[in-house]
């Protein structure tokens, strides 16, 4: 049996071409016809074809550059929310510290009155108290005072008799004498 | 024709004179009232001749007390009297109120005297307040 490289070398004792089983004429047309072809791409298909990708590229560099700045705009207000809620925080703070102080003052005040009211209830109270002490004791002194008046007379007119008639009216004499 | 119309103390000093004379006025105290209607002036004209009398030494007395008086109590008020007013001759007019419980009023031309049971009570009554 031959062995292929026995063969190869049998064979090219001719021609390297033939030898390698390649048609010269063949072989220009095709670099003819290629080159054409790269010449129609190039005048006419790769031109639309780049443009398709620079456009693409440019659309997509305009999409990425919009998300960019999207994304900094959501940044931006963001931190515009964020500086919103902190400002809303520190005057909700404001507005419940004052809130607070307010009603702290008026706790204060409503206490002050009440008290001040109550004092007045218990001085009036008093006073008035006072007012009744005063005025019962007058008429315990008066009812007092009537009762013995009522007593000494039913007693002196049943026991004065002449003879103390006299000594009352000698010892009167004798004391404005 | 009409009269001047005399004063009341004049006469009363007239009239006092009079009495301590031993005469009695009376009627012509009574005579000179009606003839000058003056009779609504009684009162004043005793009183003004009480005085009168008590000024020159004759004193009249209106003495009042719940019973009557014993005759050593009498002269004791006219002691009293006496001391008190300088009077030479003093003549009590007793009357008997037994309102007045016990002690003596005695009431003067010009003044009063109350130990009576009775003013005191009614002082007592009039410190009520």
């Known amino acids: 049996m031959t062995h292929p490289l026995q063969q190869f070398a049998a064979d090219s004792s001719g021609d390297i071409f033939t ?8 072989l220009l047309f095709q670099m003819v016809a290629f080159l054409i072809l790269v010449f129609v791409l190039g005048k006419w298909v790769f ?26 705009k959501a940044a931006e207000a963001q931190e515009e929310v964020a500086k919103l ?20 003052a008026m706790i204060a005040d409503s206490e002050s009155k009440a008290k001040t ?7 009036d109270a008093h006073e008035q ?13 008066n009812d007092t005072i009537e009762m013995v008046a009522l ?13 103390v008639d006299k000594k009352i009216i000698a010892d009167a004499v004798k004391e404005q004498a | 024709m009409a009269q001047a119309r005399l004063s009341r103390r004049k006469v009363a000093a007239y009239l006092a004179d009079e009495l301590i004379a031993g005469r009695d006025v009376t009627q012509q105290l009574a005579a000179l009232l009606v ?16 005085a009168a009398l008590a000024a020159r030494g004759v004193l009249l007395a209106n003495v009042a007390s719940s019973r009557e008086l014993t005759s050593d109590v009498e002269g004791t008020i006219g ?9 030479t001759d003093v003549q009590l007019r007793q009357h008997v109120e037994p309102s007045l419980l016990g002690g003596v009023r005695i009431e003067t031309p010009d003044q009063r005297l109350d130990t009576t049971l009775r003013h005191r009570l009614n002082q007592l009554t009039a410190s009520k307040l």
């Open chain 1, 85 to 104: 809620l902190k400002e809303a925080r520190t005057e909700a703070k404001d507005i419940v510290a004052t809130a607070k102080d307010e009603a702290t």
């Open chain 2, 79 to 87: 002691s009293f009297l006496k001391k008190a007013t300088g009077a």
């Open chain 1, 151 to 163: 007593a000494t007379e039913k007693v002196v007119g049943k026991t004065v008799n002449d003879s």
């Open chain 1, 47 to 72: 031109p639309i074809l780049m443009k398709a990708v620079d456009d693409r590229q440019d659309a997509i560099n305009a999409g990425a550059k919009a998300a960019e700045e999207a994304e900094k």
């Open chain 1, 19 to 26: 030898s390698l089983g390649i048609n010269g004429q063949m």
């Open chain 1, 117 to 123: 009211r109550a004092d007045k209830i218990v001085k």
């Open chain 2, 35 to 50: 003839e000058t209607k003056r009779t609504r002036e009684v009162t004043l004209f005793v009183r003004d001749i009480e």
């Open chain 1, 129 to 141: 108290l006072e007012k009744d002490v005063i005025a019962a004791r007058k008429a315990l002194h």
